[in-house]
Nanobody, 134 residues
Framework: QVQLVESGGGSVQAGGSLRLSCATS????????LGWFRQYPGKEREGVAS???????DYLESEKDRFTISQDNSKNTLYLQINDLKPEDTAMYYC????????????????????????????WGQGTQVTVSS
């Protein structure tokens, strides 16, 4: 069973930086695309960054200059670096893993493209809260 555990959230001042971590387990490397989502109270989850199994990435257009997704496969950990934090970054952040959605096949191997759609992800962590004060 795929398991995802986020950490690294907290309360920070505007202008600061945070690196969120997501410890992953229960699957073979590159079996799933990975992504980060944020959710404001009363709102739908919104994809902010994703990495495909071909290591390509996709970002929410409005955040691509401040957010960086990466993974350390030796540690089975996904990261989201957020720089120049703003009060509007205050939200719950979730990591997710999924196999639905866009993909391609090359040399008889299936590659999953990154996605910002929650519908393309089946497994979710419990979330980590980020609070940014001005």
């Amino acid at each position: 069973q795929v398991q995802l555990v986020e950490s690294g959230g907290g309360s920070v001042q505007a202008g600061g930086s945070l690196r969120l971590s997501c410890a992953t387990s229960g699957y073979t490397y590159n079996d799933y695309r990975l992504g980060w989502f944020r959710q404001y109270p009363g709102k739908e989850r919104e994809g902010v960054a994703s990495i495909g199994t071909d290591d390509s990435t996709d970002y929410l257009e409005s955040e691509k200059d401040r957010f960086t997704i990466s993974q350390d496969n030796s540690k089975n950990t996904l990261y989201l670096q957020i720089n120049d934090l703003k009060p509007e970054d205050t939200a719950m952040y979730y990591c997710a893993a999924g196999r639905r959605g866009k993909h391609f096949t090359f040399a008889e191997r299936l590659y999953l493209l990154p996605s910002l759609s929650p519908d393309d992800f089946q497994f979710w962590g419990q979330g980590t809260q980020v609070t940014v004060s001005s």
